[in-house]
C-alpha cells in the first residue's frame, strides 16, 4: 500500500479529522494535503476542516478512497473497520496508537491490506 503514496491522485479519506491543531487528526490531515494529496476528512462532529467538506462516515463520501487511514481509539477503529469490511473496503491504514491486535487479526482473517506501524506522514514523500 506504500506505493500508493507515490501517486498524488491517491485519495485518502481521514478518519478522525479534527479541527483542533493539538490533535494528530489535524496534523495528518494538514500534512497531507500541504503534500498534495486528495485528502477526505471523516468525523461525525465536523462539517468542515480547514475549509474542506467533512463527511460524517466513510460510506457518506460516495467514492472509495484509496486508502482510508484512521487516528481514532482502537476500539472506535475496530467497529468502524468491521463495517467497512463487509462494504468492500481494502486498503486499511492505522497510525500509531490506533492500532490493535484485534483489528490487525480481522484484517488478516479477511484478506485484507493493511499498515499498523507506520505514521503515513513519515511515508508520504510529495510536496
Known sequence: ???LLEDKN?????????????????K?????TNKGFHVIPVNKKEDFIQNTKCYKSVEDIGVKPDILNFVVPPQIGYEM???LI???FNNF???PGAESES?????????????DDK????????N
Open 1 to 3: 500500500m506504500i506505493e
Open 93 to 95: 491504514w492505522y497510525q
Open 119 to 126: 505514521c503515513i506522514m513519515v511515508e508520504a514523500k510529495f
Open 81 to 83: 473497520t468491521k463495517d
Open 10 to 26: 491517491t485519495s485518502i479519506a481521514l478518519i478522525g479529522a479534527s479541527n483542533d491543531p493539538s490533535k494528530y487528526g489535524n
Open 103 to 115: 483489528t490487525s487479526l480481522l484484517l488478516k482473517e479477511n484478506n485484507k491490506d493493511y499498515i
Open 28 to 32: 495528518i490531515f494538514i500534512d497531507l
Open 86 to 88: 463487509t462494504l468492500g
